[in-house]
């Protein structure tokens, strides 16, 4: 089995900053990619940032230059350092992680979600 959890959400003003952090864990062969995701109240479900096992970084439009996404290998861990939030970055932000199991399958699991709320 393979768990993989969030944590670091909370409540920031307009134009602070908050970490996020994601942690995989259980029977873990290798890790393809992972990344972030968030869904807002009323809107669909986009990408922030996914870091992918060459290192290779991808953003959505909005978070470009104001989020960073990074790894620790060795401990099957992300980052999300989010700088000047604004309160559109209002969401539940999900972790996604791309993995290939002990035993040979490959799957995709979500961690439960953080709330990142951002009052102006």
């Known amino acids: 089995q393979v768990q993989v959890v969030e944590s670091g959400g909370g409540l920031v003003q307009a134009g602070g900053s908050l970490r996020l952090s994601c942690a995989a864990s259980?029977?873990?062969?290798?890790?393809?990619?992972m990344g972030w995701y968030r869904r807002a109240p009323g809107k669909q479900r986009e990408l922030v940032a996914a870091?992918?096992?060459?290192?290779?970084?991808n953003y959505g439009d909005s978070m470009k230059g104001r989020f960073t996404i990074s790894r620790d290998s060795a401990k099957n861990t992300v980052y999300l350092q989010m700088n000047s939030l604004k309160p559109e970055d209002t969401a539940v932000y999900y972790c996604?992680?791309?993995?290939?199991?002990?035993?040979?399958?490959?799957?995709?699991?979500w961690g439960q979600g953080t709330q990142v709320t951002v009052s102006s």
């Open positions: 996604n992680a791309d993995i290939k199991i002990i035993g040979g399958y490959e799957s995709r699991f």
């Open positions: 259980g029977s873990i062969a290798s890790i393809n990619a």
């Open positions: 870091i992918i096992s060459g290192g290779s970084t």
